[in-house]
Nanobody, 123 residues
């Protein structure tokens, strides 16, 4: 059983930066062997795929964050990251990380999910 714990959320002004972390446990090689992604959900909206990374290091981003967000992982620490720069008020949401043995890319079909970390961007 894989457990995922997000951290790094907070409140920031527009134009600022945050780095989210997602620490995996329950399997020694989650970040290197599993496909992983970051999702977000704002109140009243559906969960949206933000960024994803496959086991080979290839990445995918939703159009609204392309060029501003960077997904990465540290296999030695079994940790996934999301560097968020040039943040906008519309980025405000609960952010979740997810993992699976299947490559879902930005589809919210991953088997394992964290509890989320809140990101609030003020104008």
């Amino acid at each position: 059983q894989v457990q995922l714990v997000e951290s790094g959320g907070g409140s920031v002004q527009a134009g600022g930066s945050l780095r989210l972390s997602c620490e995996a446990s329950g399997h020694a090689y989650v970040s290197s062997m599993y496909y992983m992604g970051w999702f977000r959900q704002a109140p009243g909206k559906e969960r949206e795929g933000v960024a994803a990374i496959d086991s080979g290091g290839s990445t995918s981003y939703t159009d609204s964050v392309e060029g501003r967000f960077t997904i990465s992982r540290d296999n030695a620490k079994n940790t996934l990251y999301l560097q968020m720069d040039s943040l906008k008020p519309e980025d405000t949401a609960m952010y979740y990380c997810a993992a699976d043995r299947v490559n879902w890319w930005l589809l919210a079909e991953y088997r394992y999910w964290g509890q989320g970390t809140q990101v609030t961007v003020s104008s």
